[in-house]
């Protein structure tokens, strides 16, 4: 059974920052294109930023980019998103998910974890 549990969000200031963990079995996540999509109160999905299997190319949504790194841990299963100098416009629930082998399409998804930028 895929399993994809979230962790390490929060509140916190503008400025500060947080690392959201994401702990996947169930499957082998070095064969899979992870990402991480979030969804801020009252709007829709957004993607934030994608790892492909190895780890050895990442990608950004444009308003993250120098702020957020994403990284992961194949040997302990698990996917990252150190998030430095957040924004209120950052508030958002936060998901990880694994993308379908071939397919631009998600197939898992966590229950996700809470962040609030605030002062």
């Known amino acids: 059974q895929v399993q994809l549990v979230e962790s390490g969000g929060g509140l916190v200031q503008p400025g500060e920052s947080l690392r959201l963990s994401c702990a996947a079995s169930?499957?082998?996540?070095?064969?899979?294109?992870m990402s991480w999509v979030r969804q801020a109160p009252g709007k829709g999905l957004e993607w934030v930023s994608g790892i492909v299997d190895d780890g050895s190319d990442t990608y950004y949504l444009d308003s993250v980019k120098g702020r957020f790194t994403i990284s992961r841990d194949n040997a302990k299963d698990t996917l990252y998103l150190q998030m430095n100098s957040l924004r209120r416009e950052d508030t958002a629930m936060y998901y990880c998910?694994?993308?379908?082998?071939?397919?631009?399409?998600?197939?898992?998804w966590g229950q996700g974890t809470q962040v609030t930028v605030s002062s």
């Open positions: 169930g499957f082998t996540p070095r064969h899979y294109y």
């Open positions: 998910a694994r993308r379908s082998v071939g397919s631009w399409s998600y197939d898992s």
